[in-house]
């Protein structure tokens, strides 16, 4: 896999700006992990180890991942290393470290640096291939650029340069070499708008230009064919690989792709695999798994991302297609564990809303690249609260033109969802979709009795909650929400109604409190909940000090107090913080009862509150007061308003 050129991803960036991110999802059967890696560079398969090696530009290591791209080892201390190239055997890999000026060789059993070979002051090595018993590589820096190779037949290894054969190279070039066309070098010159193709033959050791020819633009990426006598070019801008044949660069075929191809690599059997600068958003990963001459099988590996920007690999069996993708310095690594079958898109579309026990449609499309015949055998599976697991329709068939439809008829209300399964075959994957309905059920009745009901502190009060015909569900709950943040709602009874539909529990009452009723529902009725609020007073006690004697007079028992004495009005009520209780005075006075005052006191943590009163009063005046709790203006909200029994007194000389 190769980087896309600087300059060519900003322009590519800057002119994308304002088109739509991909919205497709992978393939089901594919694999997408995120890796620590924020600037791969180029990637290479250990067949004899089962890893993959990936170069981190801007971190200067290579990340080992096994086939899952799970990271099980890391080589760092590599300045700005870039493209990487595996010996024939799979025994040692070489590094071109760009910011070091030579080339490592690393042990891929052990991980560890085995020989180093300097390729001279400021030659800034980029690009490897290995072919003939040489390490080839390119070096520079735009028209400063060249071909120089290392040879490891020597027995002390050399490092040759300026090796071009002539041709004046505007950056170092794309190498590409294989065992099964021996003596062949292929370079890009991908820095300059013709972009020339050179075939070198180096089997005598020193490269000889076979062939050359420009084929304009700046090429991402190449591969050689199996038998390394085509090359498969990726880009630019004509929005397809192009094969050309090594012996005369003639084009032979093009594999259409419909944006600009970024990345290419070739499986053993021939299949070609290219990413693409994703611009109309309808898939970044093309594999022609029957050749150019048939549609590619097309996948959407990061919908997030426009280009897939480090194209693809093949394990070297062919059987997985592995990708980098990467954006602000995230890479994601994905597998394709079948790449050679095409994916289907598969839509659902049943009615948003239905009557239950009446027939509905439910239709659809299963399309792809390489089209489903009609009859194709589809699975559908109809989930709903009767059937939580799902319940079997049966099979039913694709018609013309990818399309489905059949019928069905609700037995449950509800969310009914209707799931409808392509198993795949030896040239599609399998593929599953899903839509769901609202299917109606009828509303219960459903009662709780004494709501705004008031009752008395401490009251145990019998709720009974009532429910009408249902289906099959003849369960309630029945929740108790006192007043206030600091108790929370409680479940105080749930079971299934008696044959008269009725179901109660004794609730102890201490402050105002909602009271629920909640029915669940099941397939033909519809949950409901009820609620009432029931009041509940405080507890009040009021009583006089200071008195000297008590007698019954007037209908009232009152309490004699010398004038000399200052009574104490005391007062016990329900506490709860920053409670406070309001003392209403009043005396009697030309045949009623008159207002003498009132005011709040706050209430200690035990409830209580004392009121002496003092001056000198007027003797023979018949005085009353009590304790009142005000819902709110007593400082909380917790009970209902309640009046304290009235306290009768009267000063004497």
């Known amino acids: 896999m190769r980087t896309l050129p600087a300059a060519t991803a900003l322009a590519v960036l800057f002119s994308s700006a304002a088109l739509a991110v991909g919205t497709a999802a992978p393939v089901a059967a594919d694999s997408s992990r995120p890796i620590a890696v924020s600037s791969p560079s180029d990637t290479v398969v250990d067949a004899e180890h089962q890893r993959l090696f990936i170069s981190d530009l801007d971190n200067s290591k290579i990340v080992v991942t096994t086939y899952a791209g799970v990271v099980v080892g890391q080589i760092t201390g590599l300045a700005q290393v870039r493209d990487l190239e595996l010996s024939p055997d799979n025994t040692t890999l070489y590094a071109a470290l760009y910011g070091a000026d030579k080339i490592v060789a690393i042990d891929t059993a052990t991980l560890t640096k085995t020989a180093e070979y300097a390729t001279g002051a400021n030659t800034d090595p980029s690009r490897l291939a290995f072919a003939e018993g040489k390490l080839w590589f390119a070096y520079g820096d735009q028209w400063d650029s060249g071909l120089g190779a290392v040879d490891l037949t020597a027995e002390t290894p050399t490092v040759t340069l300026d090796l071009a054969a002539g041709h004046d190279y505007a950056s170092p070039p794309q190498l590409y070499a294989d065992p099964d066309n021996p003596g062949t070098l292929v ?127 093949w394990a070297p069996d062919g059987t997985k297609l592995f990708a980098l993708t990467a954006s602000s310095g995230s890479t994601t690594f994905h597998v394709v564990d079948e790449p050679r079958k095409y994916t289907g898109k598969l839509t659902v579309a049943a009615p948003a809303t239905a009557t239950r026990a009446k027939k509905l449609t439910v239709s659809g499309k299963l399309t792809s690249n390489l089209a489903l015949p009609a009859g194709t055998p589809l699975t559908v599976t109809r989930t709903d609260m009767e059937s939580p697991k799902g319940k079997s329709l049966g099979t039913k068939t694709l018609g013309t033109g990818g399309k489905f439809t059949f019928t069905d008829t609700p037995p449950a209300g509800g969310k009914v969802t209707y799931k409808v399964a392509y198993a795949g075959d030896a040239d599609h994957t399998a593929v599953s979709a899903s839509d769901t309905v609202e299917v109606s059920r009828a509303t219960p009745t459903l009662t709780l009795d004494k709501n705004r009901k008031t009752y008395a502190y401490g009251a145990d009060v019998k709720f009974t909650a009532h429910l009408g015909t249902t289906y099959k569900n003849r369960k309630v709950e029945i929740w108790a929400d006192p007043y206030g943040s600091d108790r929370p709602n409680k479940l105080v009874k749930s079971g299934t109604v008696n044959s008269k539909g009725n179901l109660s529990v004794t609730v102890d009452l201490k402050r105002d409190t909602k009271l629920s009723v909640k029915f669940a529902g099941d397939a033909r009725y519809k949950a409901k909940t009820v609620t009432n609020t029931v009041y509940t007073k405080v507890a009040i006690s009021s009583s006089v000090s200071g008195h000297y004697k008590t007698r019954t007079a007037w209908g009232q028992k009152y309490h004699y107090v010398h004038k000399s004495k200052d009574p104490v009005l005391k007062t016990t009520m329900t506490y709860f913080p920053e409670r406070k209780q309001r003392l209403q005075l009043q005396f009697y006075y030309q045949g009623a009862w008159q207002d003498g005052g009132s005011d709040y006191f706050p209430l200690g943590t035990a409830g209580r509150s004392d009121v002496t009163l003092t001056g000198t009063p007027t003797t023979d005046i018949r005085l009353r007061f009590r304790s009142e709790y005000h819902d709110t203006t007593s400082g909380d909200n917790v009970n209902t308003t309640t009046y304290g029994a009235w306290k009768y007194f009267i000063f004497t000389k």
Not at 215 to 237: Q, S
Not at 269 to 296: C, E, L, R, S
Request: hydrophobic share 35%.
């Open 187 to 313: 370079a890009l010159d991908a820095g300059i708008s013709s972009g020339p193709v050179i075939v070198y033959d180096i089997s005598s050791g020193t490269p000889v230009i076979r062939v050359s020819a420009d084929k304009g633009g700046f090429p991402n990426d190449a591969a050689l064919t199996p038998d390394g006598t085509h090359l498969v070019m990726a880009g630019p801008g004509n929005r397809a690989l192009t094969e050309y044949r090594l012996s005369d660069l003639e084009q032979t075929r093009t594999f259409p792709v419909p944006d600009e191809p970024m990345g290419v690599d070739i499986a053993p059997d021939g299949t070609v695999a290219a990413t693409i600068f994703d611009f109309d958003n309808k898939g970044d990963t093309y594999v022609f798994t029957k050749g150019a001459d048939q549609p590619a099988s097309v996948r959407d590996l990061q919908p997030s991302v426009l280009w897939n920007s480090n194209g693809v690999v």
